[in-house]
DNA sequence: ATCTCATATGAAAACGTTACAATAAAATAG
DNA sequence: CTATTTTATTGTAACGTTTTCATATGAGAT
């Protein structure tokens, strides 16, 4: 291994001055800097970042805590791609990325503990947001520097977040099947103790609401992720006196089970009944009738949490911020005009 | 920050009994183990891992490289799943998983090299296989430990790695579709520069060959992933003077595109063409149809390659090995009987 | 009682880096 | 041309561990 020492034998300087030729300290002059960087080229030098951190407080780390796996979430397709997003910019300012193994919230409320008082990282993002969340009861206890995605359920104000606009795009996606001639939209939604899902309900209801329209709380839905739920749910809605003609439907994974039902049960989409969605996951262009979905710029999310991060590792006194980032509806065709 | 000194200091022992304590050395008496241990529990102590690392050659990290993003293929719920898989034992372990996050070929070189030169990780595992890698090269160059999970393109003997037998998989599923009556069977596979595929399709013709049936060559589809070439692919066979009754296809998200142009062509799964699949995704058990599928296990993929590493870098001069990873086939209802 | 040997502990060096204080050399001012 | 400031460099002390070597204590063996 050739450490600093190596580089300046080499070199014939000391070894403060070649520490600071790595720092680009613009107290050394540019003849030695070239000499010391050839140097450090010629002898294949990298830095040891155990010995760095030792000394300089900062390990340029940051771990991305994962939601625990009895949260079904984790299928999705949103993980792998935030997780880019963070990757992105940790690469560029040549950080590194450190990955929460946990299995159980215990596991993961365990891990966290050991990064940080093992100082592993120099912050945290937050890749899921729950109440009474024990990780966040003990980074604010010891001040720690970290971002969630989504939206906390507490201290909003105090918690440096980055999220969608998930109230207007409700309503705005609720506005294009209205838009579209549809008056009577119901709305199938994940657990009500998800932000996401109220934050996207209450949108679906304001544009009810400024349409003038009666909102019928037999269409209204919140069911367990996927699957039996997303069945039900569409048994339940088929069952109704009047059916709906629209659906909003919050996650694309849950539309495909919706579909299926709606299939199943002899509905056609869009022809019967017209979907929109939300996220725009890979899925949503491949299924029967495409997805009119809510692009909500999953890779910009992990991006924006990790620059918010690195931010706050530098200095954890900047005032927290709220990042909101934009959407897209992406028109496909699973919407009909409604006459 | 609560160090050893300050344990020792309480428990009036050296620092160097503390030490020991932690690496629950044999030389140290019960009662001075105990005082020492309690002592740690009351100040809070954790190792600060730099500094351990710094002198102990181990860092008990491992880092997991993932493909660049120009694959399609991180779309797939694969990853997510191998890592929960990795992290099991990486937690079971007191390890720690850090992730590449290079974008392109070149960058995770790059990523590649800092960890492997700036001792961020005891070993990697790549979580692809491609021809002519350069990270392959650059880890055998270095005799760095690493594991690969699916099969390595070239020194099959000397690389450890974790795959499927997706050679008696494809031939199995095959085999399903023959026992039901199947006689003209197509496969749509991946590209042809991936194992995986080679594999499931070698599978697929023995299947044929065993069972006495004709093998056309316009029975067999390679494509870019999915989407338009899933497409096309199906277009193509049903262009054919003779359609196959069944198709075997590589991957479940690949079937889902497979699945939604078959039914926008009017053809009925499985009543008028039956789908076999690969990978037992979340999605593989919500489409219209539930798909018979073979579950290749991923979660034990990740597993089985942590473990494998670690006792790699634990000692990087054992001979390499492979490891099976069983599957299962998982019936569902995209199979029918052809008389 | 002396000697050997195991057992339990301590002192000190090392790991590779950064950062502060010190110094030497060069540039500027009076 | 000396006095002062500025610039470039160096020596040294940390950072928190582990580990080697040394040492003290007590138990058996002679």
Redesign the interface.
């Given at each position: 291994?050739v450490t600093i020492k190596d580089v300046a034998k080499e070199t014939g300087v000391s070894p403060s001055t070649v520490s600071r030729v790595i720092a680009d300290n613009p107290r050394i002059s540019p003849d030695t800097k070239q000499k010391v960087r050839e140097a450090m080229e010629r002898l294949?030098y990298?830095?040891?970042?155990?010995?760095r951190?030792?000394v300089a407080k900062s390990?340029k780390?940051i771990g991305?805590i994962?939601p625990s796996?009895a949260n079904?979430a984790?299928?999705?397709?949103f993980?792998?791609?935030v997780?880019?997003g963070?990757?992105?910019v940790?690469?560029e300012r040549?950080y590194?990325?450190?990955?929460?193994?946990?299995?159980t919230e215990q596991?993961i409320l365990e891990?966290v503990?050991?990064?940080v008082?093992?100082?592993?990282v120099d912050g945290l993002i937050l890749l899921y947001s729950r109440v009474e969340d024990p990780v966040v009861a003990f980074l604010e206890e010891r001040d720690f520097p970290y971002v969630m995605i989504g939206k906390p359920f507490a201290r909003l104000e105090e918690i440096t977040h980055v999220d969608n606009d998930n109230f207007m795009a409700g309503k705005q996606i609720t506005n294009h099947l209205i838009a579209r001639g549809h008056e009577k939209i119901a709305f199938i939604g994940g657990s009500k103790d998800l932000f996401v899902t109220r934050d996207r309900e209450s949108g679906y209801l304001a544009a009810l609401t400024d349409a003038d329209l009666p909102h019928d709380e037999d269409y209204v839905i919140h069911t367990e992720f996927?699957?039996s739920g997303?069945k039900e749910a569409v048994e339940q809605l088929l069952s109704l006196p009047i059916r709906p003609t629209g659906i909003v439907v919050t996650d694309d994974?849950m539309s495909?089970?919706v579909?299926?039902t709606l299939?199943?049960s002899g509905v056609q989409v869009p022809h019967d009944i017209s979907l929109v969605s939300f996220n725009n996951?890979?899925?949503s262009?491949?299924?029967?009738p495409a997805l009119t979905t809510v692009d909500i710029n999953i890779h910009e999310l992990g991006a924006q949490s990790a620059r918010a991060l690195i931010e706050r590792t530098i200095d954890n006194k900047i005032p927290p911020k709220r990042i909101i980032v934009p959407y897209t509806i992406i028109y496909r065709g699973s919407v009909k005009e409604q006459k």
């Open positions: 291994m294949g990298h830095t040891n970042i155990h010995a951190n030792l390990t780390a991305a994962m796996s079904k984790l299928q999705n397709p993980f792998p791609e997780l880019r963070i990757g992105s940790i690469h040549q590194s990325l450190t990955l929460s193994s946990g299995e596991e891990e503990q050991r990064m008082y093992g100082s592993y996927l699957k997303g994974l495909l089970g579909l299926s299939e199943e996951a890979y899925l262009e491949i299924t029967k």
